[in-house]
């Protein structure tokens, strides 16, 4: 049930996502952590971050919208409180990483580079450079350079991986611009822009006026930005979106990615992520696949 991801080698594919799993913490009582691949943190900021206003969370068709707003209580504050709890926990503890300037992104790194129990960085490069007009850093190939290239120096002992976003001109030339900067792996992808308005008072269903789609809606699209992304890079790719069975699993497998993280199944059932990992060997034994490597990369070699 192993795979490689870069450096790190997982116990099992199964990686609970930034944002849908708090700081691992939260889901501890419900959750063996030891049994998950791995996990991935809220987002972390140089400095703590309130948030949006409620609500923060809609519901709609096959899916949920979010307006979370980077809520978080800033890196040293998780160096100090948070991570010396997850200490005792068996599990991959992947740092999502974020800012709103280049020099932001560095500083968070630099601080958790001083401390024991990470394993790997993820850049989330959705967010605004205020230094240049506000455009997000996820959507130039130059400013995804710019950034990957600033962190993969700061982060001397630690894999760096790089969440991308979903709606861009050209998802492989971000990812090679990612891949030529020095990222790891590539975390394919974010949510989506949406809203739900409420037509009777005309407001916005979230305190936000828009907010991020996902869930099983954005699974087929996602799937294709994996296969677009596997086609431009040699790096590992971690499907995101929409994976709520071990099928959906297998699938983000056979298009390009080595792993994946599960979000949106999380706050339908908490032990989303380990229900699908128990359900992945049943699905394998089932199908007569020995390896994941049977799998991997199939639809490329079908359609070289």
């Known amino acids: 049930m192993s795979v490689q991801v870069g450096a790190l080698r997982l116990s099992n594919p199964i990686i609970a996502a930034s944002g849908t799993f708090g700081y691992g913490l939260e889901f501890s009582h419900l959750v063996d952590l030891s049994k998950l691949g ?6 972390l900021s140089l400095e703590s971050i309130e948030g949006a206003p409620a609500p923060r969370l809609c519901e709609t068709a096959s899916g949920m919208l979010n ?3 980077l809520e978080n209580v800033g890196v040293r504050e998780f160096i100090k409180s948070k991570l010396p709890l997850l200490l005792k926990y068996n599990t991959p503890v ?3 990483v974020f800012g709103y300037c280049l020099e932001e992104y560095v500083e968070v790194i630099r601080c958790l580079e001083d401390a024991d129990g990470v394993s790997a960085y993820e850049l989330n490069i959705s967010c605004p450079n205020v230094k240049k007009g506000g455009m997000q850093f996820g959507s130039d190939p130059v400013l995804v350079a710019e950034v990957v290239g600033a962190a ?6 630690r894999p760096l991986w790089v969440k991308l976003m979903p709606l861009v001109t050209d998802i492989g030339s971000i990812a090679r611009a990612a891949e030529s900067a ?5 975390t394919v992808a974010n949510t989506y822009p949406a809203m739900a308005v409420d037509f009777r ?3 916005s269903r979230l305190g936000n006026l828009t907010g991020g789609l996902s869930g099983p809606a954005i699974k087929p699209i996602t799937l294709r930005l994996v296969w677009l992304a596997r086609k431009a890079v040699r790096i590992p ?3 995101l979106g929409g994976i709520e069975t071990a099928e959906d699993v297998l699938e983000y497998m056979a298009a390009g990615a080595s792993a994946v993280q599960v979000g949106t199944a999380s706050f339908t059932d908490p032990r989303a992520s380990e229900t699908i990992l128990g359900h992945l060997r049943g699905t394998l034994s089932r199908s007569k696949i020995r390896s994941f490597s049977e799998i991997r990369d199939k639809l ?4 070289s």
């Open 38 to 43: 791995g996990f991935v943190t809220k987002g």
């Open 67 to 69: 307006a979370v707003g």
């Open 94 to 96: 992947v740092a999502n």
């Open 152 to 157: 993969r120096r700061a982060a001397a002992s």
């Open 182 to 186: 020095g990222a790891d792996c590539l």
């Open 201 to 203: 008072t005309g407001r």
């Open 237 to 239: 790719i971690l499907g």
């Open 300 to 303: 490329h070699r079908e359609n």
